[in-house]
C-alpha cells in the first residue's frame, strides 16, 4: 500500500511480543508514523507465557507513550485453523496459516479503527521470513509493508529489550515450535 503526503499517518501495528515492537515502533515513530499497538497471538501457549508477552507489550507501550489493546485469546480456535499442520517444521506450512490468522485480525482491526493501515512487529526477527510475511499480508488491502530487521532492527530490538528489561522467550509462540 502506498500513501499519499496528505494521508493520516495513523497505523495498527500488529505486535508478538515487547521485544519486537521495541525497534519497530522506534522506526515508524521517526517516519512520522501515529501508532497504537494490537496484541494479537492465539497461537502462544501456554496462557502464561502469553501473559508474559503480554506484560513486555504493555511495557513497551508505556515506554514509548502509546495506546494499546489486544485481540482475544482464543487458541482452541487458533488450533482448529492449524489443524493438519501440527507436525509442520518451524518456517512451515503451519507458521504462514498462523501468520495469516493474526493478520486478518488485524486488517480487520485496523478498518474498524479507521487507521491507514497495519503493519507487524514479525519482520523484525531473523528467523522469520519477510518476504512470505509480506505475500500473506498484502493479500488484505490495509497492509503497510516495512521490513523492520533493515536499518539493524534486530539488534536495535535487543539493545532496546535489554535497556527496557523485557522478557525474552526462547520459542515462536505456539506449542509445536517449544520443540
Known amino acids: 500500500m502506498t500513501l499519499d503526503n496528505d494521508t493520516n499517518k495513523k497505523l495498527l501495528l500488529h505486535v508478538c511480543c515487547g521485544p519486537c515492537a521495541t525497534s519497530s515502533i522506534e522506526r515508524l515513530l ?5 501508532v497504537d499497538l494490537f496484541y494479537c497471538n492465539s497461537n502462544i501457549s501456554p496462557k502464561t507465557e502469553w501473559d508474559k508477552r503480554l506484560e513486555g507489550v504493555d511495557k513497551v507501550a508505556s515506554y514509548f507513550n502509546l495506546k494499546w489493546f489486544s485481540d482475544e485469546y482464543t487458541h482452541s480456535i487458533w488450533l482448529d485453523s492449524v489443524k493438519g499442520y501440527e507436525n509442520e517444521p518451524e518456517k512451515g506450512s503451519r ?3 498462523c501468520f495469516d490468522f493474526s493478520f486478518k485480525r488485524a486488517s480487520e482491526a485496523a478498518l474498524k479503527g479507521y487507521y491507514q493501515g497495519f503493519s507487524t512487529t514479525l519482520t523484525v526477527s531473523p528467523h522469520k521470513n519477510s518476504k512470505i510475511i509480506f505475500d500473506l499480508a498484502n493479500g488484505y488491502g490495509n497492509f503497510i509493508e516495512y521490513n523492520f530487521k ?3 532492527g534486530y539488534k ?3 539493545e532496546l529489550s535489554n535497556k527496557l528489561g523485557l ?5 515462536c509462540g505456539c506449542e509445536f515450535s517449544i520443540r
Do not use: A, I, P, T
Open 30 to 34: 521517526e517516519d512520522g508514523w501515529e
Open 95 to 97: 507458521c504462514s496459516v
Open 150 to 152: 533493515k536499518r539493524d
Open 156 to 158: 536495535r530490538s535487543l
Open 167 to 171: 522478557y525474552r522467550q526462547n520459542y
